[in-house]
């Protein structure tokens, strides 16, 4: 049977929440489907450049966190 | 013990048994996914740090006060208090967000880039800037889906649950948001080789 992936499934792919059996047929489907193929990489490029954009808060923030924590009462 | 080991939840443990270093822990495995959430939504790095600060306060607050029962799933957790934190901001303020560029590029780090050249630095911020600049281009629903599950790392079922609408929904706002970007740098790569 030829199982067929919508595109919401694609994006569950990408972000690994797509069950293992079906994962197997839509790496079967990527094979043989230049199109999904080449979508499916433009979408892992494109995660790659949001993976790459990450903030970090200030020290002096975390500092104060700690802070609070340790100075807490009850 | 190697506390890189443990897992959240039994940090959480030590750390409302009393051990104050659990929460050193925590706050420094999850502090940029948490910080990087908060800054895209609301824009403005003064403001997220403010945000972050709180969101901790009531997670220390409540897992202090024994409270804590979201067993397994800290940072879903941690991500939906500062998530309800900026929604009260902007309630309070009655505005949404305003797209801007300008603010925050002093104080933010972007790890993984070591022994760059100064042109590169300048390339990949450039790179950083104009990602962040497209991410704020994007309807609210998109943007805020994007953002909870690519730095926040919730589930399409849990972003489903946290903004009441379907997964099918969730998962439809995440395709047209990436999509969306993904014609938008396009564009931008078309409009550079008409200018040169």
């Given amino acids: 049977m030829v199982q067929t992936f919508t595109q919401n499934d694609i994006i569950?792919?990408?972000?690994?929440?797509?069950?293992?059996?079906?994962?197997?047929?839509?790496e079967e489907q990527l094979e043989n489907d230049t199109e999904i193929q080449n979508n499916?990489?433009?979408?892992?490029?494109?995660?790659?450049?949001?993976?790459?954009?990450?903030?970090?808060p200030s020290m002096s923030v975390i500092s104060s966190i700690l802070d609070y924590s340790r100075s807490y009462k009850k | 013990m190697n506390r890189k080991l443990i897992s959240d939840q039994d940090l959480v443990n030590l750390y409302v048994s009393g051990q104050e270093s659990a929460?050193?822990?925590l706050v420094g495995r999850?502090?940029?996914?948490?910080?990087t959430s908060?800054?895209?939504?609301?824009?403005?790095?003064?403001?997220?740090?403010?945000?972050?600060q709180d969101t901790f306060i009531k997670v220390i607050n409540t897992l202090k006060a024994g409270k804590y029962n979201e067993e397994g799933k800290f940072l879903p957790w941690v991500l939906r208090i500062a998530h309800n934190l900026v929604i009260d901001h902007f309630r309070k303020e009655k505005r949404t967000p305003i797209v801007t560029n300008t603010d925050g590029f002093d104080i933010f780090e972007v790890l993984g880039f070591v022994e760059e050249s100064i042109e590169?630095?300048?390339?990949?911020?450039?790179?950083?800037?104009?990602?962040?600049?497209?991410?704020?281009?994007?309807?609210?629903?998109?943007?805020?889906?994007?953002?909870?599950?690519?730095y926040g790392d919730l589930?399409?079922?849990?972003?489903?649950?946290?903004?009441?609408?379907?997964?099918?929904t969730a998962l439809g706002r995440m395709r047209y948001a990436l999509n969306n970007l993904r014609k938008m740098m396009n564009q931008k790569e078309y409009s550079y080789r008409q200018a040169m």
């Fill in chain 2, 120 to 150: 590169d630095k300048m390339l990949r911020e450039q790179g950083h800037n104009e990602l962040r600049r497209l991410i704020q281009l994007l309807p609210e629903e998109q943007k805020e889906v994007l953002i909870m599950r690519h």
């Fill in chain 2, 23 to 25: 929460l050193e822990e």
């Fill in chain 1, 12 to 26: 569950k792919a990408l972000y690994h929440e797509l069950p293992a059996s079906e994962m197997v047929h839509l």
């Fill in chain 1, 40 to 56: 499916f990489e433009d979408l892992n490029v494109l995660k790659l450049k949001l993976d790459s954009l990450v903030l970090e």
């Fill in chain 2, 30 to 35: 999850h502090k940029s996914k948490i910080y």
């Fill in chain 2, 38 to 52: 908060i800054y895209l939504l609301v824009k403005d790095s003064y403001l997220a740090e403010d945000i972050f």
């Fill in chain 2, 155 to 168: 589930s399409f079922k849990e972003i489903a649950d946290l903004t009441n609408v379907s997964i099918n």
